[in-house]
């Protein structure tokens, strides 16, 4: 089972394998998940977006071309997921409850502290670009995709979170 | 920009790990799909159990009883139809009453309201032991779950209970409906915002659709517009659905008093020391929750009281990290009125809990997940000893761990499960 590509167990899925199925669950539920939570900076958040994303990739499984990667297709759908849910809680939430800074992030791990620090500080909507840009790989296009913003903002949105991080780390240096 | 990609993929990969149970849901989830052919995705189990676990906010204090022949009032709308009685019926079959059954042939109306997605309804039966039990119908659902309270009026306090529709995937549905003091003739809704919300009042009682909106203050009128009764929202769990609960480094919720925080009940596991805690909330009312190893884990309550009127509460719930994994049962039981919990396994073995402070704890062994040594049952000991409430986990305990056992992951765990048994008695 564990030899099987990504390409024969969603051809496997295809036929209606359970199977197959929890073989690429497994493999991929993690980075999605991560991926998700990254953006997103709660875990409901991303237990919600991730479970989402697989259901999705199941209906969705006959419009998938098994000749491309997987595992950035699910990120995608992921992190639409997680700008979604977002999207609608800044609709329906008092503004500063939306306003509302989360990091659930595990900020254990030695000198990953301060980087937590200075991406809480990004805000939502320069996180994702970050993350889709340099976590996942995405092209300026395909951000603006999942973003459904136009592809000047994402180069815009990506120049200031860059700007803003830079910024943080010299002031983080200078404050010793 | 080589240095931010790198730290960003960096970050990414150590940002968090999801919880074994999320994976199991997400798990059983994409399957269902399979099986579906992709049509209805399954809900969150996580869904189901809110209506019983925001049900405890339900706030019973102050209580000046009232002669019994005011109750009929309450009895006044139309009959329950015929679902409505079996959903009350079937949804009395917990532990939270265990002493008295719901009486669900003389259910009634009491409130309704419309909304676009249709109306909500409240309904009333009384006990057997002459309580009343209240559910809130949401549009196009069947299943009930009541919350039983004693008759008496609620004094100079206003009773609420937050409620979630069981098929509700996100938080966008909630509902707040309870009691309000005699004489009330208005209902206002006090947010975070400045914004409020007027709601009606009949026979005294309210329901109020929510959305995803949290109040943080009930102001109760009479209608020459004095005021009866104003009262902070206690932060609930139900009011934690669709926002974060946030956690201290402690494991606290910072919806307590900073510092305030008393072990109730200590446990040595597998994956480190399991506490049940206690804080008073800032909002009023204590709030208990558990920890394992000194972290977070998602079990905590907040209510603006635990009082007489909820004789038991009693939760099984998983906790812990992937590799870090528990079982945790935790309950509420006055020790006036309860003397323990027992459990009965499968080898033969029986586990007696007694309450300290009118709580228990008990993270289960990891052995009890193999198939030889795990739970079948569980009694509530009334003080005199004898079974006031029975459950058996023959099918849903050991299914569950049957889920967790699966896959890849899972089959790593049961290898270390069948290895630590191997060292690791009774």
Redesign the interface.
């Known amino acids: 089972m564990g030899g099987r590509s990504d390409e024969q167990l969603v051809r496997d899925?295809r036929g209606?394998?359970?199977e197959a199925?929890?073989e690429l669950?497994?493999r991929h539920?993690?980075g999605v998940?991560?991926?998700a939570?990254?953006i997103g900076g709660?875990?409901?958040l991303?237990?919600?977006a991730?479970?989402?994303t697989?259901?999705r990739?199941?209906?969705?499984?006959d419009q998938y071309d098994p000749r491309r990667p997987l595992r950035p297709w699910l990120q995608r759908i992921a992190a639409n997921r997680v700008i979604d849910?977002l999207r609608?809680?800044r609709r329906?939430?008092?503004?500063?409850?939306a306003a509302e800074r989360?990091v659930?992030?595990?900020a254990s791990?030695a000198g990953?502290g301060a980087?937590?620090e200075r991406?809480a500080r990004l805000g939502t909507e320069r996180r994702a670009v970050?993350?889709l840009r340099?976590?996942l790989d995405l092209g300026p296009a395909e951000i603006a995709d999942v973003l459904g913003v136009p592809v000047g903002t994402v180069n815009s949105r990506l120049a200031r979170a860059?700007t803003q991080?830079r910024e943080e780390v010299d002031a983080h240096a200078d404050g010793g | 920009?080589q240095t931010?990609?790198e730290?960003?993929?960096q970050?990414?990969?150590?940002?968090?790990?999801?919880?074994l149970e999320?994976?199991a849901?997400?798990?059983q989830?994409?399957?269902?799909?399979?099986?579906q052919?992709?049509?209805q995705?399954p809900r969150?189990a996580f869904a189901r159990r809110v209506p019983v676990l925001v049900a405890i906010a339900l706030l019973l204090l102050g209580a000046s009883v009232v002669a019994l022949a005011d109750i009929g009032g309450l009895f006044s709308g139309a009959p329950a139809p015929l679902s409505v009685k079996q959903a009350l019926q079937n949804g009395s079959r917990g532990p939270a009453w265990p002493s008295s059954r719901i009486v669900a042939d003389k259910a009634r109306e009491l409130v309704r309201t419309h909304t676009a997605k249709g109306d909500l309804v409240l309904w009333i039966a009384p006990t057997s032991d002459g309580n009343l039990c209240l559910a809130l119908q949401h549009p196009g659902e069947r299943r009930l779950s009541p919350a039983c309270i004693r008759p008496d009026e609620p004094g100079g306090r206003i009773e609420y209970a937050v409620d979630v529709p069981f098929r509700a995937?996100?938080a966008?549905w909630r509902s707040i409906w309870g009691r309000v003091p005699r004489g009330t003739a208005t209902l206002a809704l006090g947010?975070?915002?400045g914004t409020t919300q007027q709601v009606a009042v009949s026979k005294g009682f309210f329901i109020a659709p929510l959305?995803?909106?949290s109040p943080n203050l009930l102001v109760a009128r009479e209608a020459s517009g004095r005021v009866i009764a104003r009262q902070r929202v206690a932060a609930a769990y139900g009011f934690t659905q669709?926002?974060?609960m946030?956690f201290r480094a402690d494991g606290s919720p910072k919806v307590t008093e900073a510092g305030a925080a008393r072990v109730l009940i200590r446990q040595s596991t597998w994956a480190g020391e399991l506490t049940l805690s206690t804080a008073p909330s800032i909002y009023g009312g204590p709030c208990q929750w558990v920890t394992i190893g000194g972290t977070k884990t998602g079990f905590v309550t907040c209510t603006g009281s635990l009082d007489q009127a909820h004789p038991l509460q009693v939760a099984l719930t998983t906790s812990g990290l992937h590799d870090h994994f528990v079982w945790v049962f935790s309950g509420y039981l006055p020790n006036d009125r309860f003397s323990g919990v027992r459990f009965r396994f499968a080898d033969g073995h029986v586990v007696t809990l007694r309450p300290r402070a009118g709580w228990v704890l008990y993270g289960f062994p990891p052995f009890t997940m193999l198939r030889e040594h795990r739970p079948l049952s569980m009694d509530v000991l009334a003080t005199d000893g004898h079974v006031v409430h029975h459950e058996s986990y023959a099918s849903s305990y050991t299914s569950t761990f049957g889920t967790f056992l699966?896959?890849?992951?899972g089959l790593r765990m049961r290898g270390w499960v069948i290895e630590w048994s191997k060292t690791h008695h009774w």
């Open positions: 899925v209606g394998s359970r199925a929890t669950f497994t539920y993690r998940w991560k991926a939570f990254a709660r875990r409901s991303a237990d919600e991730a479970q989402e697989f259901v990739m199941i209906e969705r499984i849910h609608r809680e329906d939430r008092p503004l500063e409850e989360i659930e992030w595990d791990e990953a980087f937590v991406m970050i993350v340099y976590g860059l991080l | 920009m931010e990609a730290q960003v993929k970050w990414i990969y150590l940002v968090g790990e999801p919880t999320a994976e849901f997400a798990l989830a994409t399957l269902g799909a399979v099986t052919g992709g049509s995705p969150r995937s996100k966008d947010f975070s915002d959305g995803t909106r669709g926002r974060v946030m699966l896959g890849r992951h």
